[in-house]
């Protein structure tokens, strides 16, 4: 399995974690059965997403270094490869509250601002989330491509050193200073996970490689984190909420120490890969999708949660409904990803090519990745996806 493939098979990993810790901590709300104990540290798939997604950036984005029109090529791409999905999911989630009558939450600016990536304080007390819940990690990546492309703009010979400077900075600041609601989510520590992934696409791209012990030491110790920090009962805020302790530490560090295990280190070998890498990398692929469609997938399938919890006791429904719910959500999840997701990105693409934005150099093309870096992102230009919260 290459490197490449390996960070793939982190996306599966991060989506298939968080979604499980999603479904089973639903179940326990609703059924008092608590399937896995502390399940929420699923939600650390999230800071693995952006150090992923910081990774992927710069590595994507080395043939827009120096180009006059770099910064808007990348941004057009990040949002081709965003807006469609989101926007569709949205508008999904919309008519499930109105076929449930909860007009209460029907709010026009809310929504607007969710569809434009706005933090905005909604009606259900979630703070500065969007009207669709799990956008709130959305919000943040579409924040760092934004100061991402404001970079390329600059026209630096690397734009890499001058985006962590300002999400380091901006964290520094709202550490040291009372700033206003919006500055203060923008700030949130957690875009330090951004940075980290940064770091190790620096590192990757200058020749860094670990030797295989090295390499598996680091995973583990970031392993070791996440245990740690589990048994000590950590649990993530929303950004606009003070933390008992700084997520980009308790969750982010050992997540940048298991993907620069696996990005740095020298394969022993490259093999055939096996049948589960093969199910990994195209979990991988379509990991944006089960990043949006699972919870609605939640939300549709609690009248079967409540209905067998009638029918049967409440352990042997728990674990039904969980098998049922994490197999709907890989099935569609995989549908949407071929039938939507991938076609829908190429065609806007190749839109914006017939437009005049196809002045690529010629070792980048689809979406502006590099043809070695087709393999990662599935064939089309991708996002790492960060998966919030699901609410009712």
């Not at 992923?52 to 994507?60: L, P």
């Not at 080395?62 to 999911?89: E, H, N, T």
């Not at 009606?123 to 709130?136: E, H, Q, R």
């Not at 070792?363 to 599935?378: K, R």
Request: aromatic share 10%.
């Amino acid at each position: 399995m290459t490197r490449l493939t390996a960070i793939q098979a982190l996306r599966a990993i991060a989506a298939i974690a968080v979604t499980l810790a999603h479904v089973i901590g639903d179940i326990t709300a609703r059924t008092g059965v608590e399937l896995v104990p502390r399940v929420a540290v699923g939600a650390a798939g999230v800071d693995l997403f952006f150090i992923i997604s910081g990774f992927i950036m710069v590595y994507a984005s080395r043939g827009l270094v120096g180009q006059a029109d770099g910064w808007s090529i990348f941004l057009s791409r990040r949002l081709a490869r965003i807006v469609p999905l989101y926007w569709l999911v949205t508008l999904i989630y919309l008519l499930m509250q109105i076929a449930q009558g909860k007009w209460q939450v029907v709010q026009l600016e809310w929504i607007v601002a969710s569809l434009l990536f706005w933090p905005f304080p909604g009606v259900t007390g979630a703070g500065l989330s969007p009207f669709y819940g799990i956008g709130w990690t959305l919000n943040f990546e579409m924040m760092f491509y934004v100061v991402f492309s404001a970079a390329l703009w600059l026209r630096r010979r690397d734009p890499s050193w001058v985006v962590a400077s300002i999400l380091a900075g901006g964290v520094a600041l709202g550490v040291a200073l009372p700033l206003p609601d919006l500055l203060r989510y923008w700030t949130n520590e957690i875009v330090l996970n951004f940075v980290f992934g940064i770091a190790i696409a620096v590192a990757f791209l200058r020749g860094v490689r670990l030797p295989y012990a090295l390499g598996a030491l680091l995973v583990a110790l970031g392993v070791g984190g996440l245990i740690v920090s589990t048994w000590l009962g950590f649990m993530a805020a929303l950004p606009d909420q003070p933390p008992a302790f700084p997520r980009s530490l308790a969750w982010g560090l050992p997540m940048a120490l298991i993907m620069a295990g696996v990005a740095l280190t020298v394969s022993p070998s490259e093999t055939t890969p096996s049948g589960v890498a093969r199910l990994l990398h195209r979990l991988g692929d379509a990991s944006y999708s089960i990043y949006l469609v699972h919870p609605l997938v939640i939300v549709a399938m609690r009248p079967v949660l409540a209905a067998s919890v009638a029918a049967l006791a409440p352990l042997p429904a728990a674990l039904l409904h969980l098998v049922l719910v994490a197999g709907l959500v890989v099935a569609a999840s995989t549908v949407i990803f071929a039938a939507f997701e991938r076609p829908l990105t190429a065609a806007i693409l190749n839109r914006f090519a017939r437009s005049g934005q196809a002045n690529l150099p010629p070792s980048v093309n689809h979406g502006g990745l590099p043809q070695e870096a087709v393999t990662l992102q599935g064939g089309i230009a991708t996002k790492s996806n960060a998966i919030g919260d699901v609410r009712d």
